[in-house]
Every structure is written in structure tokens, then in C-alpha cells.
């Protein structure tokens, strides 16, 4: 980085930096198509493989907001997209051209989501919540769409066959509500049957068919830790592959119909896998440890060779070809930096710390006994900065982690001389599915305790932690364990910043999506009816007086996954319980228009890292200190 560059350029460096997601292979395995902003806005792009030559399709058709995903039609000349209403993710479904012609292809009410895109030329297959759950329809290209499905719970992950003659996907049928089967049916949804895959009560799932359409590519978490097998439609059994060592989730075929693909999560990585099927032997791709992904849409290239984005803690996405065969790659695409070197970016220090849920901090809103002692994930990184304040930075989801990945909110927290915390929390995932249950009917119980707990350790380890800048910083269900750990550990923190953030459980449960409040809520916490006094202890507006510190509350006018009402519900009690808002008060409050559940357009990107960087240079301080 440049010596002259001021803070405030700085941000916007980091803002600019262009970002490559979702690449879909084309039909004939000529082509990669991706989302990528490299002109300063996100717009779809096409690279060929054997030219290397990039391509920009659209100009301004596609969403600012890169959160979905695209896929190729099969005639190899038209890439869907999603297009929703400035982040509300209400999205229908479009096509645009080579020549960049764009328009409409799937226009309903509710969520669209592609799902499949079928190798007859003529059909596709999307889940949408047009009538309340999220289902699925099938669509003819130039026709008609139809419902195909119409359960109570969500239908999830459908899949084409590849005579379009089948469509395969995940849902819910019993009386044991974590439970997720496998299903076949016609095309038209006729004739379903569930395939015996793992016990009830786990989560099965459906990521691709073989190339004779006489096997299926399939998940399951039966035996804890995820696994992947093939289920063979004729003989109604699976071959697992692995040793039960990982947790793993499958992705594709290979067109040999021999080998498949899948990622393995460990210690905070994920790591693609190649399975022989003739002999179950499995091998990890020769690749540095970071995050590798292959994407929503098609990976693969030909018998050999599929695409994915590689990344690390300070290297930036990059586009690779793999090949499985010699196990070499080439990249594609390489990562922008921008006036910034690889060097100039914090690592991440991987550690793991003992957690019984409940830290030494006092407890103020529900006061907790020990749960059972775990080992808890987490990642470090230094600022440099001496003494350093601290970024407490829970991940969203819950159903989720934080990885070996390069994070450019947790850059910007260290350009600005915080050092980041990251804790992998009870209900995170890559660790098996009885750690994600963990969390069930426990939401604000011992997960929020094991991050208090990590930054207990922190605080422990390094003696130049600034213990008078401690800060909690999150998103979506990161944003609940914001507000969470200001009203349960107050002592623990100086500021706090909440954003697309949970308050009122009820409330959460009676607006989000339908699919969120069934498979969400309800999976995780029952109804409001069944468990009222769960909803309202576990809510932190119920413990609004709790707060000590200011609060950056921060919420998109249109997001319809965490709806704003959640940051006005917060507010309005902040007010009501004699908290005072503004710059000098004590809580600012802060909605962000043509913005949804956060976004990845450079300049809300930039107006939401300033929003932060001058709450916490008014209310923290980010002088540098001495490095």
C-alpha cells in the first residue's frame, strides 16, 4: 500500500477491490461465466479457457448485488440470472445473451430460486414461496410454469435428470422435525418416493445425478459428521465414500461417471476431494490451505477438469482449473489487489479453546450453568497495532462458519487497527450435526457464551489487548449475537455494532420469508405458541436495559430475511426505556435505503465500512497506536 494513502482512501481502496463469485461452467465446457465487478459496479462476465479472453455481457441488467448465483441455458449462447427489487430478494429469473440482450424468463410472486437448468433445452426447475411455502415448479422455456410440489415444509436442492424425465430434491414428511429425506419423482412431481438414505431425524440431501440418470450424487449427517455416497435407483442402496474423519458435502459427477467431487471442512478450511468410485479411494486437490468452492451452478469442464475460486486469509479469490487426473491447475482469473500487496493484510491465527458456555464475564440477562465443555474454533488476527482494541466478530447464519478465507470487512476492521476475533460457536457448521444441534431451543444460551469465552482467552493470551476497546461487531444472525452480548455481557464491551441483526424473536418469526420461519425458527426454537417464554427471554429487546455501551444499530430497508422492523422494534424500546439517540448519545441508529440483508456493491460496500469506521472513531477511537 501506498505510503500516502489516508484512511479514508484506504477504505475505499478496500471497497474497490473487484471480487469474482459464482462461476458456471458452459455446456460444452468452452467458457466460464461469473459475476465480477472489476469496472466498479457487478456485471456478468464470460472468460474463454482456451483464449483466456474476458468478455462483459451485460451493462447494468444484472443485480448490484451479487448474493445470487447465475447458470448457463443449454444452448450455450444465454446465462440466467436472478433479479430481485434493489436487495429484497424477492427475485424473478432472467436470461441475457451474448450480444446482451436481457429480459424476463420466470416473473412470479414470493422468492425465485434457480434451481436446475435441464439438458433438454427446455426446461427449468425453481423453488419459489409464489404460495406461501417454498416449493417447486417446473418450468417450459417460452411456456408455462407448474407447481410440482406442495408440502408444509420447504422443498430444497431440486435436480434434474438428464432426460428431464425425474427431478430429485429434499424435504420433510415425519414427525421429527430436524429430519430432511430424498425424493424422486416424475418431472411433473408425480409419483414421489423417499429413498432410504441414513435414519430419520438427520438431514439427507441430493446434489446431482449420474451421467445414465441411474444413480444419485447424495448427502447425509446420520453418523454425525457429513458424508457423501452414491445411491444406486435400481438396487435402492448407497456406497459411502470417506473415512468418517471430515465433515463433507458432495457437488458433482464427473462425465465418466467414475469419479466425483466434493468439499471437506477441517479446522476452518474447505478443501475439495476427488472420489475414485471404482476403488473409494478419495484424494484432497494439491492446493494451498484456504477455501476452495466450486460454486451453486455447474462446475465441471470436461472428463478432467472443473472450475472453482480458491482463496486464503490474504490472498484474494482467484478463478482456477483443476485438473483431477495430475491434480495441476491454472489460473483462470487472477485477484485484483488494488494499490495493496498480499502482505499488507492480516493472517489468521487458527487456535481452538475449551468452552463449558458460560465465561467468567457476569451474566446479566439469563443466567446460565454450565453446559457441557466443548472445543470452540476460532481465528485470530493481529493488527499490529500496540496496545490494539478488539473486534468481537460472530458469524451469521446460524448455520454457518468463519473459514480460512480472505474477509474484506475483517481487512478493513485491521486497516482501521482493530484485531478481529472470529469464534466458531456451538451450532456452527463443519463440525457434524450434532454440534449444529447444539444451538436447538438454546439461541442466546451457550453459543453466545463461547464467544464470550474465546474473548476471554484473547484478553488472557496477549497482554496488549486494549481491555478499554472492546468492541462486538456482527451481521444477520452475527447482528443477534451483537445485541445478545450487550445485554447478557455488558461488562465485557466498550461499543457495540449491530447490523441486519435479530431482536424480537416473535416478531422475527411472524414477518421473515416462510421458508426462514419453518426452517429457521421453527427448526431451531419450535413456534412462539409452543415456546412463548423461550421467544420472549431469548429476545434481546426484552433486555434492552441491560445496555451500558453504545450501540450502532444498522439495518437495509428491504430485507426481507431479517425485516427492518427488528432495528425499529430495538430502537423504539432504546427510546422508550430513556436511551438517547445521536452521534453524542447513547445509541446511533442508521437504515440503509435500495439496500437488503447487506450487499456486495462497491459503494454500499464503502458507505457501510465508513458508517462503521466513523462509529468507532467517535466512540472507541481508531488511532493506530505504535507498530
Known amino acids: ?169 429434499s424435504t420433510n414428511e415425519t414427525e421429527e422435525y430436524e429430519n430432511m429425506d430424498v425424493y424422486v419423482a416424475n418431472a411433473d412431481g408425480s409419483n414421489p418416493r423417499t429413498l432410504d438414505i441414513g435414519e430419520t431425524g438427520a438431514e439427507a440431501g441430493a446434489a446431482d445425478w449420474g451421467p445414465n440418470g441411474e444413480r444419485l450424487l447424495v448427502s447425509d449427517n446420520s453418523t454425525d459428521l457429513g458424508r457423501l455416497g452414491v445411491y444406486d435407483l435400481d438396487t435402492d442402496t448407497v456406497e459411502w465414500l470417506g473415512d468418517g474423519e471430515f465433515d463433507e458435502t458432495p457437488t458433482a459427477f464427473l462425465p465418466d461417471g467414475t469419479h466425483v467431487v466434493g468439499i471437506r471442512s477441517r479446522d476452518a478450511a474447505d478443501v475439495p476431494v476427488v472420489y475414485d468410485l471404482d476403488t473409494g479411494e478419495g484424494r484432497e486437490f494439491d492446493l494451498p490451505e484456504g477455501v476452495a468452492s466450486f460454486g451453486t451452478a455447474n462446475p465441471v469442464i470436461d472428463e478432467n477438469r472443473v472450475v472453482l475460486t480458491h482463496t486464503t486469509p490474504t490472498q484474494r479469490p482467484e478463478l482456477l482449473v483443476y485438473d483431477v ?37 457476569r451474566q446479566a440477562a439469563v443466567e446460565h450453568e454450565p453446559y457441557d465443555e466443548l472445543e470452540i474454533e476460532a481465528l485470530f488476527y493481529d493488527s499490529g497495532v500496540r496496545p490494539s482494541p478488539l473486534i468481537v466478530n460472530p458469524h451469521g447464519g446460524p448455520r454457518h462458519r468463519d473459514t480460512r478465507r480472505f474477509d474484506l470487512y475483517t481487512q478493513v476492521l485491521v486497516s482501521l487497527g482493530f484485531s478481529v476475533l472470529q469464534v466458531n460457536y456451538r451450532g456452527s457448521t463443519g463440525r457434524g450435526r450434532e454440534f449444529v444441534e447444539e444451538l436447538y431451543d438454546d439461541w442466546g444460551g451457550a453459543e453466545q457464551g463461547d464467544v464470550a469465552v474465546a474473548t476471554e482467552h484473547i484478553i488472557e493470551t496477549y497482554d496488549w489487548i486494549d481491555t478499554d476497546r472492546i468492541v462486538v461487531f456482527g451481521g444477520s444472525y452475527g447482528g443477534y449475537s451483537a445485541y445478545w452480548q450487550m445485554v447478557q455481557y455488558p461488562d465485557l464491551y466498550d461499543a457495540g455494532v449491530a447490523w441486519i441483526g435479530l431482536t424480537d424473536l416473535e416478531d422475527m418469526f411472524e414477518n421473515t420469508m416462510p421458508h426462514f420461519r419453518t426452517e429457521l425458527m421453527q427448526k431451531n426454537l419450535g413456534t ?34 431479517v425485516p427492518v422492523s427488528q432495528a425499529r422494534i430495538f430502537r423504539e424500546a432504546l427510546e422508550e426505556a430513556g436511551y438517547e439517540e445521536g452521534a453524542d448519545g447513547d445509541f446511533e441508529y442508521r437504515e440503509l435505503g435500495e439496500e437488503g440483508h447487506a450487499s456486495s456493491d462497491q459503494d454500499q460496500k464503502l458507505r457501510m465500512f465508513e458508517a462503521l469506521a466513523e462509529f468507532l472513531e467517535r466512540r472507541v477511537g481508531t488511532e493506530s497506536g505504535e507498530q
Open 325 to 361: 487426473s495430475t491434480h495441476e491447475y491454472e489460473t483462470l482469473v487472477e485477484a485484483e489487489y488494488g494499490p495493496f500487496d498480499p502482505s499488507d493484510f492480516a493472517d489468521a491465527e487458527y487456535f481452538t479453546v475449551e468452552s463449558d458456555g458460560v465465561p467468567e464475564t
Open 1 to 169: 500500500m501506498s505510503d500516502d494513502e489516508t484512511p479514508e482512501n484506504v477504505l475505499e481502496s478496500l471497497a474497490r477491490l473487484p471480487t469474482l463469485v459464482h462461476p458456471s461452467a458452459s455446456p460444452d465446457g468452452q467458457e466460464v461465466a461469473f459475476y465480477y465487478d472489476i469496472t466498479g459496479r457487478n456485471e456478468l462476465h464470460v472468460v474463454n479457457l482456451d483464449s483466456g479472453r474476458m468478455d462483459q455481457w451485460s451493462n447494468g441488467e444484472v443485480p448490484r448485488n451479487a448474493r445470487w448465483w447465475v447458470d448457463w441455458a443449454n444452448n450455450g449462447e444465454d446465462v440466467f440470472f436472478h433479479l430481485d427489487d434493489d436487495g429484497n430478494e424477492q427475485n424473478d429469473i432472467h436470461a441475457i445473451s451474448r450480444d446482451g440482450e436481457a429480459g424476463p424468463v420466470i416473473e412470479m410472486d414470493g422468492q425465485v430460486m434457480l434451481a436446475d437448468v435441464g439438458k433438454d433445452g427446455e426446461t427449468l426447475l425453481v423453488g419459489s414461496s409464489r404460495d406461501g411455502q417454498m416449493n417447486l415448479y417446473r418450468h417450459h422455456l417460452g411456456g408455462e410454469t407448474e407447481k410440482i410440489t406442495d408440502y408444509e415444509r420447504a422443498a430444497w436442492g431440486g435436480v434434474l435428470s438428464p432426460d428431464c424425465d425425474r427431478v430429485a430434491y
Open 528 to 561: 412462539p405458541e409452543e415456546n412463548p417464554e423461550l421467544y420472549r427471554e431469548r429476545s434481546p429487546v426484552t433486555h434492552v436495559e441491560n445496555i451500558s455501551a453504545p450501540i450502532f444499530v444498522v439495518h437495509g430497508v428491504n430485507d426481507r430475511r
